[in-house]
């Protein structure tokens, strides 16, 4: 369905954000691309559906390079769903998953009917929602119009960047656990951000480890798991099985509001994310801010982290790696 050959993006500066992939995925198959900050997933995926174009290499969507698609045709028919979904906040729900199919020029009693469909599949009740704002509904519930907003026009391929990983541990499990569902009912093939390698190990048919713009491995989780390639990749999973247990970011960060000016100026990090990711963060900025269902809930500065090292040295608890 698409193959990537030796497929390169670089920047002006000199980033090269990704470096010569190679991989081939198959129609109907859930592949999950892998790995910490900065290594690639993001331009990954955009480069799929050309929001970022590829400086060399090729790639092809069922047999035809992507670059001979119509633009407009090739964003139609591929679903792409986001961390933070923005839907347009003067439509209503219905209004919001019907913008492909609108576009497309369906007729309305077909719009309408595919509306409440869609929202029945991503588990909320037509009549319940479908004149609702966006500005009603929950971070999960918007989520899940997210992806009901993809699978609009019924695309044959759907590209999601971390689509769960602002949500609160909860929503976020329900979502999975209904993606698992949709992914049997629907067989769309599907490309899935991640950088939670539970999430990962769940859906994936296979995943795509990457490390600084190289794949590591591809392989089935049973693969990835069972026998992974080199020391990044079992580390990798290591970490994120949280063995020895992981610290987690809400013990250790410094609770309270912070000013605008300030939050405007620092990255941000889910208080459920991985400590590793906090940790990568920290390596290139003295304080990071915390969220927590949308809002900041507070802060990690390296110093919060040298003082939980300190401890662990001098506590004899179990220390990390
Ligand atoms: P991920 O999604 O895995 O976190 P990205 O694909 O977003 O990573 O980024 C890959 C690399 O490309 C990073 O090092 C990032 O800093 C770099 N990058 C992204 N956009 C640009 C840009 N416009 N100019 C220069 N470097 C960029
Ligand atoms: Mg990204």
Known sequence: MITFKHVTKS??????AVDSLNFTIEKGEFFVLIGPSGCGKTTTLKMVNRLIERTSGEITLNGKDIQDYDIHELRWDIGYV??????????????????????????????????????????LDPDRY????????????????????????DPALILMDEPFSALDPISREKLQEDMLHLKRAIHKTIIFVTHDIQEALKLGDRICVMK????????????????????????????????????????????GPILAEEAASLNKIPVDADFSEALNLLLN???????????????????DVIRLLANQQSGGGAVRG
């Open 11 to 16: 920047y002006e500066d000199g980033t090269k």
């Open 82 to 123: 986001l961390q933070q979904i923005s839907l347009f906040p003067h439509m209503t729900i219905g209004e919001n998953i019907a913008v492909v199919p609108e576009l497309k020029k369906w007729d309305k009693n077909k719009v309408n009917k595919r509306v409440e469909e869609l929202l029945v599949m991503v588990g």
């Open 130 to 153: 479908r004149h609702k704002k966006p500005s009603e509904l929950s971070g999960g519930e918007q989520q899940r119009i997210g992806v009901a907003r993809a699978l609009a026009a």
């Open 212 to 255: 600084e713009g190289a794949i590591e491995q591809i392989g089935t989780p049973h693969d990835i798991l069972h026998a992974p390639v080199n020391s990044f990749v079992s580390g990798f999973i290591g970490v994120h099985r949280g063995l020895p247990k992981e610290p987690a970011i809400a013990e250790y960060m410094e609770r």
């Open 285 to 303: 900025h003295e304080s990071i801010a915390i969220v927590d269902a949308g809002a900041i809930i507070g802060t990690l500065s390296r110093k």
